[in-house]
């Protein structure tokens, strides 16, 4: 069962479509995933084929030079990939950076997909084409909604959270970081936030993806793990749906569903956390030039307003 793709999409046909497809690719899922309808803020392309397995090696090399700083006449290129909850942060970014001169935002994420069934859709085919296509120096990625499923793979069962599972959805993980990787663009993969109590998506499954991202992400230069599981949590550490923002204001930050990211205040939150992670992995400061609601979040330059624009 998958993230359904359109917030307007009826309920019923996304989960006969998800159904439909899961039972057509032998795929077996440990946990449905849910129903709730997303916005589609992509451009779909469709292919098929079978992601590597070959799992990353860590590699201890010197750091890479810095991106150049961004300029209306040289902009930097985003990419932004993943399902719908990759959608959700698409839409964040596009809220906060998507209309500055300086910046060229290309939100793809596409909602039902990931990186388990490669018959519905095949995130290597469609990525090959995109950073061919678009050239970014910087590539977004959240994944993971709809991706804690067993599989078969070559005639084999492989279960959700085995060790066969971890290899071979890390080698699918690290396909994708690779690609990127000798496409020339930087990788900052966005973890899975912690999820509520109405999701039909376990914490301790999300954990289970997320420590794969991590490790994959571990084993790349110029790759970077952006850990969202607080952003969305009390100080506790528990699920919340509402949170204080930096005015003071109480925001609902995520959808009813315990899975999807809430516009505005949510969306907006989540990629102001991307931002910070881009300032701390690359040096660069992407400042919303509109008041942000999540000012606290946002790297010291662009509080100080030395952040060059």
């Not at 899961?22 to 803020?41: D, I, M, R, Y």
């Not at 794969?212 to 607080?230: D, I």
């Amino acid at each position: 069962m998958h993230l359904n793709a359109r917030r307007g999409t009826p309920r019923l046909l996304g989960l006969l479509l998800a159904i439909l497809t899961v039972a057509a690719c032998g795929t077996t899922a440990q946990g449905a995933s849910p129903a709730g309808v997303k916005p589609q803020t992509s451009r779909p392309t469709r292919a098929s084929g079978t992601p590597k397995t070959r799992s990353a090696s860590r590699r201890q090399q010197k750091a890479l030079p810095p991106l150049p700083r961004p300029t209306p006449a040289h902009p930097i290129t985003i990419l932004v990939v993943g399902d719908s909850l990759g959608e959700d942060l698409g839409i964040g970014m596009q809220a906060l950076i998507g209309r500055q001169p300086d910046v060229r935002l290309y939100s793809d994420a596409v909602g039902s997909t990931g990186l388990v069934n490669t018959a519905y859709y095949d995130w290597q085919a469609v990525l090959a084409k995109e950073l061919q296509r678009d050239r970014p120096e910087v590539v977004l990625a959240l994944f993971g909604g709809n991706d804690a499923l067993s599989f078969d793979q070559a005639g084999r069962y492989v279960a959700f959270g085995s060790a066969l599972w971890r290899a071979d959805y890390g080698g699918r993980v690290a396909a994708i970081m690779r690609a990127s990787r000798q496409a020339g663009a930087r990788v900052l993969w966005v973890g899975l936030p912690v999820m509520g109590p109405s999701s039909v998506l376990k914490n301790r499954s999300m954990q289970d993806l997320n420590s794969v991202y991590q490790a994959q992400a571990a084993a790349y230069r110029g790759v970077a793990f952006l850990s969202t599981w607080k952003l969305f949590a009390t100080p506790a550490g528990q699920y919340t749906a509402d949170l204080t923002d930096s005015q003071g204001q109480l925001e609902i930050v995520r959808d009813p569903d315990g899975v999807h990211i809430a516009p505005a205040a949510g969306t907006d939150l989540i990629a102001t956390s991307v931002l910070a992670g881009i300032d701390a992995t690359e040096g660069i400061d992407l400042c919303p030039r509109s008041p942000d609601i999540w000012r606290s979040k946002l790297p010291k330059a662009c509080l100080s307003g030395t952040a060059p624009r």
